[in-house]
């Protein structure tokens, strides 16, 4: 097991698969509302939103650190000192990476993409495990349920109890990983849709996912109700998924997957 930037570095992982299956990108895409989100996926969401947007300001955010790191030690305040793999060094690229970064427009919800993502942290907070294979097998797979995808497609994954804004900056600094797919899937105009989902974990406090393609069609099931629907049947949908309610403490660190 390896280590990344843990305490304000989240543990993060991403997978990048491309794979084409449609026709027409845009008007293929699905647009949900973001009003079934919780308050932390929103928060996340925004987040993104903002970097993408924002990409020099993020790369102000980052260079604020400095001044934490000694070598590869990283120091926040009133915690221990944390070792990175790389130190100040992937900092540094990823700050150079932002100020030439052309700013994107926003991620539209998919109901979809959130579905997948939410039935992966549903499995994984109730059993504990970490990783991008599923009960349901890699996101390409897990997906399927839930509609089609044209362009790419991907997944972040982030786990512990820290802020969006963290879990932000953890995918964007990138520690560790050659690729440096979280990163570049997050500023990528390849993606346009996006699902998020974050629920408890067993060991880690916490988890989100974030579900990524360059469009997305919704499966029949994975359709929100619309508000006709809903006056039809008198009822109105909340569409509010419970998530796993498992508040054990987090303990050791984070592996590297």
């Not at 990476?97 to 109901?111: D, E, H, I, T, W």
Request: hydrophobic residues 35%; glycine residues 10%.
């Amino acid at each position: 097991m390896k280590v990344r930037l843990a305490g304000l570095f989240a543990l993060c992982c991403a997978l990048t698969l491309v794979a084409s299956f449609l026709n027409s990108p845009e008007s293929q895409s699905t647009k949900a509302s973001s009003d079934a989100l919780s308050q932390a996926e929103q928060d996340l969401l925004k987040e993104i939103n903002l970097a993408r947007a924002n990409p020099n300001v993020y790369a102000t955010y980052l260079e604020g650190l400095k001044p934490l790191f000694s070598g590869k030690l990283y120091t926040r305040p009133g915690h221990g000192a944390l070792t990175t793999e790389e130190g100040w060094s992937a900092v540094e690229e990823a700050i150079k990476f932002l100020r030439a970064a052309k700013p994107q427009g926003p991620f539209n919800v998919s109901n979809g993409l959130r579905l997948a993502a939410l039935a992966h942290c549903a499995d994984q907070s109730g059993i504990g495990t970490t990783g991008h294979k599923g009960g349901g097998g890699l996101i390409e797979d897990r997906v399927k349920p839930f509609g089609r995808w044209q362009g790419a497609i991907g997944e972040n994954l982030s786990y512990g109890d820290e802020s969006a804004r963290e879990r932000v900056l953890t995918w964007l600094i990138d520690d560790g990983v050659a690729s440096r797919g979280h990163r570049k899937r997050l500023l990528s105009a390849d993606y346009r849709v996006a699902g998020v989902a974050c629920t408890s974990h067993p060991e880690f406090g916490k988890m989100c996912a974030l579900t990524l393609a360059g469009s997305f069609v919704d499966s029949a099931a994975a359709k929100p109700a619309t508000s006709n629907q809903n006056k039809s049947t008198g009822k109105t949908n909340t569409n509010k998924s419970k998530t796993n309610t498992n508040k054990s403490k987090t303990t050791g660190k984070p592996p590297s997957l």
